[in-house]
């Protein structure tokens, strides 16, 4: 893996035809981490990974090797991601830097999704969450950072509503 070219998207996990891509993402109320971790000894070195990588720089196969290794877990690489949480149900939405790339890569399309702008804000330290409650506001749930099921939620079936 390389740390600076992963998002944390899951892209070489879900194509790994051995397994050997292992994901835990763990939650503690409004933070959370994702760790990916190639197990070596498992990998089949078919390079689907490096192939089907979102960002094509994420990870790498190398023509280094070292097949000695101590301890119960053979050799493995790895990356830690910090998560992206919704404010509403507490689901994991995905990786804060999958987020940020997604917004990178939709240059202004990005302020149609409120999810990914108010990301890319909170990035940068610009959203104040204690004075977003300051402000009378008839919809304060709309400037929150939600799911894709509690956006559907407010947006379809609370719009329905009134």
């Known amino acids: 893996y390389d740390a600076e070219g992963c998002i944390g998207c899951k892209g070489c996990f879900n194509v790994c035809p051995a397994g050997a891509i292992h994901s835990d993402d763990s939650v503690d109320g409004e933070t959370g981490e ?3 971790r190639v197990h070596l000894e498992e990998c089949i070195y078919c390079g689907q990974c490096e192939k089907y990588c979102t960002t094509g720089e994420g990870i790498k196969l190398s023509k280094r090797f070292d097949l000695s290794f101590t301890g119960e877990e053979g050799p493995t690489s790895e990356v830690s991601k910090d998560l992206l949480i919704c404010e509403a149900c507490g689901e994991v939405i995905g990786s804060k830097d999958h987020v940020l790339w997604l917004y990178r890569k939709l240059g202004s399309l990005a302020y149609s999704n409120p999810g990914i702008f108010l990301a890319y804000l909170d990035n940068l330290g610009l959203v104040h969450r204690d004075r977003l409650n300051e402000r ?8 929150r950072i939600l799911c894709p099921e509690c956006r ?3 947006t379809v079936i609370e719009e329905g509503k009134t």
């Open 34 to 36: 994702r760790k990916l």
């Open 136 to 143: 009378p506001s008839h919809r304060p749930d709309r400037v």
């Open 152 to 154: 559907r939620v407010l």
